[in-house]
């Protein structure tokens, strides 16, 4: 009978066991809204040996209704000796929560809200203390994947746990993210003067991605380093760190055609942040060994206004190339250059007008001397004759001999100067005075590209036209301008500017399958090159950047308004250089008032 009479108290204390947890899942969600705000569901809740429990399928809930936390299950431990010596305190009663499986997903809308509780209460309790002791609760969690969702994307990435400790004594609270290679551990402490440590460990930032919208390619970027941010009042934050930025598996059209690995950017920062943007900026970054110190402000946050300098001490080209993966330069797969610059560089921009763009440059540059650029390019050899390859648009090879034994090779000596001078006014207005690159047109075309918001206007000298048409693809990518500068500074070097100017009007395209000024002229005009008249040749120039326009024989009987008005433009300049006369102006229909504002000047370039 007493055996009977246990078996019957062990089955009765089952049931109601089972009739306590049956419904409790609901009771325990009903309770959670009701202290919290926040929307929950539980399907099932467990008694955990010996003292603790266990929830199965918890969700927690959106403003607007969404899943933002989900849980296969959350179980914690319960503390019988705290609670009972601590006035039964129901928040003395657990220490420590455990989750596994979680799916946490955060999503932001058009207008920029988080879909998050809005409207969550205090459970009334600052937490327990014994003899004056706060004490410490910690969360840990298995298997976690967190997603984030905006506008502009979603990423997703998973992660081994995520364990967050809070130490009421201290006024510490720590969380720290593990993956299977990477971790990042944030902290926050506070007291009269906040403070927030975050630190990192191969941590990618793939993750933040959609919520950034930064022009700068998160998604590649891998993170090594600690910054720390201390405040007291959560509004100005005093800001130092350092480490190191990795960008991994980058492939983007505008930065290069091939995949960019391992480009490693150390660097160290201060500064301090406010809601009017950052002050007191400073820092260094490293390339390969060659460091340069940044110092400014930044103004503001939409639109940012800018001021930045930029210090190089002893900074060597040849070291800081050399920290480029090869795949921003890959049709240089060698590059050796020689020289070194100290000084400041300072630039001023504010973001909302473009055209407040400024930069200077105080100091001592080496012109960059190129000592090789490897294998493929041999820039001495352009000085004796040699065949030009050129692919086609319809994809064949044709061949263009830069001799006097090609009856249509122009030498520089038989251009005409009225064709020299429409092409240095349409394409290079500088290029006898400069080494290569114009100043004035790189900020104008950076100027009316920020204006656009896209690429509409390069900055190609002539010499850098040449170094294109020789020997790289047509892409329009940050790689190829790269490449194309050194073998620019080449030929600079190399060459002197007639035989550039020489090699470049007989190479360069001026309609489909017509290559070099003595074709041109011919199909267009029926001429020899040194037989063009201004106008004519104001023509063949205001073509070189649009090449392919399907233009027939005789051009200058059937061109529009517009295209006339350039030629105008360019005979204007033609007429300023003195290679140009009233009559010619005349004949192109521009009015004499207008050539009374003209003004010669003396065309800069050696005429013999």
Known sequence: WLLI?????????????????????????ELIESRTGIKCRIAAVHPRFPFGITASGV???????????????????????????????????????????????????????WDIPRKVTSPGNNGPKENGTAFQRRISLTNLTISIKTAHGEAARSYKGLQADFNPEKNLTTIKLSGSDESAQISFKNGPDKQYKLQAENFSLALFAPAAASPFPLENLIWDGKITATSSDNKNFTVSGSGRVLISS?????????????LHLPFDLNGTLSSAGIEQLSGTIDLAGETTRFTGNIEGWRKPVIDMAIDFSNFSYDRAISALPASLHPALPVIQLDGRMTGMFSIHLDSGDPDSLDYTYTGHVDPPKVVSLGPNINIAALKSPFIHRVRTTTGKDTTILLSPDNPDFISYH???????????????????????????HIRGSLIENMKAGRVVRGASTISMQLAKNLYLSPERTVSRKLEEALITVALEQNLGKRRILELYLNIIEWGNGIYGVGPAARYYFGKRPEELKPMESAFLASIIA???????????ATIGQGWLEYLQIILCKMYEMDQAEVEDLLDAGIPESRIDTLKKRVFGRPLT
């Open 414 to 440: 038989n251009i005409p100067v009225s064709l020299i001078s429409a092409v240095i006014a349409a394409e290079d207005g500088s290029f006898f005075s400069h080494h290569g690159f114009s100043i004035k």
């Open 250 to 262: 980058l492939h983007h059209a505008l930065l290069s055609s091939r995949t960019i690995e391992n």
């Open 59 to 113: 969700t927690l809930f959106s403003e607007s209704g969404q899943p933002i936390l989900q849980a296969k299950q959350i179980s914690s431990q319960a503390n019988l000796l705290r609670y009972l010596l601590n006035n039964r305190k129901t928040s003395d009663l657990f220490s420590s929560l455990n989750g596994d499986q979680i799916q946490l997903t955060l999503t932001r809308n058009e207008n920029g809200e």
């Open 546 to 556: 649009r090449p392919r326009s399907h233009w027939r024989p005789d051009p200058l």
């Open 5 to 29: 009479l246990l078996a019957i108290a062990v089955l009765s204390g089952a049931l109601a066991a089972y009739a306590l947890f049956r419904d409790l899942g609901d009771r325990v969600s």
